[in-house]
């Protein structure tokens, strides 16, 4: 008899379009979409059962075993390296890490750039590339604000449609990666469950436009 699959979802826009193709493919459990505060949904029928989960936090839950797959975000892989199985890019979210910053900026030569992110290790390792020295300014959100109020030359964000570096006059500087979300698993429980997640990644793949 084929055990549950726990699948952990990001809460938020991605997660409700990842759930979407979950639930075309066949993985559907028509309560984990309902409004409220409840945060474990199972259909016993098709074996799964969904988490909700801070999307920074999915791949923590698959690394530990709490979760067997998860969605996340390839910026999150990137940033926090987890032990765990890439399976396949679901096309979803699609959008890139870069830089950005008021508009002409250009790199101080006299003095270390300083750079505001959530995503410390992404661009650490993206201005180790090109040689230069950079300042990195931990924030968890609002990063914009940073370029802004001086507190740092630039940041390195997400930019999905842009409106958010537009409305506070902001630009690309560079791009630095493309990201979409990927399907995760536990590297253990990957060969304990491998029929049934090898199985969800090929109907999952009927569905999937990269
Ligand atoms: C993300 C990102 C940008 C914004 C980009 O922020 O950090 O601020 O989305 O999207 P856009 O290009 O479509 O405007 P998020 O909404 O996750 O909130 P945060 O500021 O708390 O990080």
Redesign the pocket.
């Known amino acids: 008899m084929a055990e549950m699959i726990n699948i952990a979802l990001p809460k938020g826009r991605l997660g409700k379009a990842a759930y979407k193709l979950l639930e075309k493919s066949g993985y559907d459990c028509p309560t984990a979409m309902e409004d409220g505060r409840k945060l474990v949904f199972e259909n016993k029928e098709k074996k799964v059962r969904y988490f909700w989960v801070k999307p920074s936090d999915v791949a923590i839950y698959v690394e530990r075993g709490a979760a067997d797959v998860g969605i996340v975000g390839k910026d999150i892989l990137m940033e926090y390296q987890p032990d765990i199985y890439e399976l396949m890019d679901l096309g979803l979210g699609k959008?890139k890490v870069a830089v950005a910053g008021k508009k002409g900026t250009f790199y101080p030569k006299e003095r270390t750039l300083k750079v505001a992110t959530?995503f410390g290790n992404i661009a650490r390792e993206y201005y180790r590339s090109k040689g230069v020295e950079a300042d990195i300014i931990h924030l968890?959100?609002?990063?914009?604000l940073a370029p802004i109020l001086g507190l740092s030359d630039v940041i390195v964000?997400?930019?999905?449609?842009?409106?958010?570096?537009r409305e506070n006059n902001l630009e690309v500087l560079s791009e630095v990666a493309g990201v979409s979300a990927r399907l995760v698993a536990n590297k253990a429980i990957y060969q304990f469950k491998r029929e049934q997640i090898e199985t969800m990644v090929k109907e999952l793949g009927n569905f999937v436009e990269v």
């Open positions: 959008c959530k968890n959100g609002s990063i914009e964000d997400i930019v999905e449609t842009g409106t958010t570096l």
